[in-house]
């Protein structure tokens, strides 16, 4: 059993900055060898991805956040951070963060932190 905890969500200008952390609990020794990611959904819309990153510190982002997120870890921390900068008001949604586990689950969320971007 695992647990994912995000934090550090809220109302922020536009042009602001923003950083979300999510934190790994309960059964698990390590994240290392896992992938970790942030997803947002916002009304109306479906839940997608906004950046990953894997075990090696590859990452990836969506091309709306491109030059605008930075995903990072650590792993001794079991922890991963999403750095928002320039945020607009389509940024507006709830993040939750994401682990790939093993079987039989593979797939781990968290239970989500608001992000609201107006002035």
């Known amino acids: 059993q695992v647990q994912l905890v995000e934090s550090g969500g809220g109302l922020v200008q536009p042009g602001g900055s923003l950083r979300l952390s999510c934190v790994a609990s309960g059964v698990i020794n390590s994240i290392n060898l896992h992938t970790m990611a942030w997803y947002r959904q916002a009304p109306g819309k479906q839940r997608e991805l906004v950046a990953a990153?894997?075990?090696?510190?590859?990452?990836n982002y969506a091309d709306s956040v491109q030059g605008r997120a930075t995903i990072s870890r650590d792993d001794a921390k079991k922890m991963v951070y999403l750095q928002m900068n320039s945020l607009k008001p389509e940024d507006s949604a709830v993040y939750y963060c994401?682990?790939?586990?093993?079987?039989?689950?593979?797939?781990?969320w968290g239970q989500g932190t608001q992000v609201t971007v107006s002035s």
């Open positions: 994401y682990m790939n586990g093993e079987w039989p689950i593979y797939d781990y």
């Open positions: 990153i894997t075990r090696s510190s590859t990452t």
